[in-house]
């Protein structure tokens, strides 16, 4: 699309969540280009030509680093190198070609194409765990396979599954380097065929005493978007982060929720009945069905992944619940219960959030199929009656 781009419209452009992205072209800046991913992400581009090649620049994510007077001062600066002969898609020298410099790329091609949860976890990864340790300095091409795997197997005798992340995002990134013709098509990726961690698995399943002791918490919780919120975590299956940053506008007929940005991805979800009406219950403050007290905005605030857990502390410790006993157990808890209750695999994925194991579109198509608020009620009626609600 091809239009006169403004701050206005910028602001206001949106992505189509059937396409992985959409690009808006400025007939003002030729080359400049919004990207706008399916999770709503934008980020400004360059689109070039020189020496009978070319490519595409990622310049850098809209708002946050970049402008539109921003971007298009960007453009002139690399038309500017352009005339020299200079190809803005390659690094000045080999010298450059580091990990350091790798890891720069990485961030501005390839991390705004991604949720911002993940955005958020390779830029730790990356960070602190692979520049400091391997050091940002070593070139591409001197980094071995050895050298990753002792990093690799020292990090994880404290830390298994970081070092295992850590891994996956050097792994990647050392991919990327091939298609962009920073290291040779058929050279050895350094981070290939490592023998992975074994995870500790997290979290255990709350037992029927521990989730009457929760129930009883809850119905003395004073605040009532915490309550709530809390309650619409335990009984529907969604992650804490997809439950605070829930909107009245993604709220559909029969129970049915558009999500936005989810750790999988846009997604739809199904609400259960309880869980439903609890929400109608709620006054409308704001655009977010459960806002923080100070701002308006999503419980949690800009920052935060989520909002409950505040709410969840004061409500473990009413419940007397130790202090390793996590929020997020509501989810193992939740999946248990599904399981029990002889809920089938593919539709506690798409409840759940999970991609389901025959890889199709993870609900898309949940408005059509009654058979997702059946089994969410089932579930949700199960719960309540365990938290005596």
């Known amino acids: 699309m091809l239009k006169r781009l403004t701050d206005e419209n910028v602001a206001a452009a949106r992505g189509d969540h059937r396409r992985q992205q959409v690009f808006i072209w400025d007939k003002d800046t030729t080359g400049l280009g919004l990207r706008i991913s399916s999770r709503g992400l934008k980020s400004w581009v360059f689109r070039y030509s020189i020496g009978g090649s070319g490519g595409r620049l990622t310049l850098g994510a809209y708002p946050t680093e970049l402008g539109l007077a921003a971007a298009r001062q960007k453009v002139a600066e690399i038309r500017q190198k352009m005339e020299r002969r200079v190809d803005p898609g390659k690094p000045a020298g080999d010298e450059e070609r580091t990990l350091e410099s790798l890891w720069r790329k990485f961030e501005a091609e390839h991390l705004p194409r991604r949720s911002r949860g993940h955005q958020r976890n390779l830029k730790d990864a990356f960070e602190r765990l692979v520049l400091p340790r391997l050091g940002g300095a070593t070139p591409l091409d001197e980094l071995t396979w050895e050298t990753v795997d002792r990093w690799h197997r020292t990090l994880g005798e404290a830390t298994p599954t970081q070092a295992n992340r850590a891994l996956a995002a050097l792994r990647k990134a050392l991919n990327l380097a091939k298609k962009w013709g920073w290291v040779e098509r058929g050279a050895p990726n350094a981070a290939a065929d490592h023998e992975m961690h074994a995870e500790r698995k997290a979290g255990r399943p709350f037992t029927d005493a521990e989730l009457k002791a929760i129930g009883n918490a809850l119905k003395a919780e004073p605040d009532q978007v915490s309550r709530t919120a809390t309650t619409v975590f335990l009984l529907s299956g969604l992650r804490p982060a997809e439950v605070c940053s829930l909107r009245w ?50 419980l949690g605030g800009a920052g935060h992944a989520h909002g409950l857990e505040e709410a969840w502390k004061r409500i473990r410790v009413k419940a007397g619940l130790a202090a390793g006993r996590r929020l997020y157990d509501a989810r193992h808890t939740w999946v248990t219960t599904a399981a029990s209750l002889g809920i089938g695999d593919d539709v506690r994925r798409v409840l759940a959030g999970h991609a389901p194991a025959s890889g199709s579109a993870h609900g898309t198509y949940l408005h059509a199929d009654p058979k997702f608020r059946r089994a969410a009620d089932q579930v949700a009626n199960a719960l309540a009656k365990h938290l005596r609600l």
């Open 249 to 298: 506008s993604d709220l559909q007929d029969g129970g049915v929720l558009y999500l936005r940005e989810t750790k999988t991805g846009d997604r739809s979800a199904v609400l259960p009945t309880r869980a439903e009406k609890l929400i109608n219950e709620l006054p409308r403050l704001s655009e977010y069905v459960f806002p923080g007290r100070i701002d308006g905005k999503r």
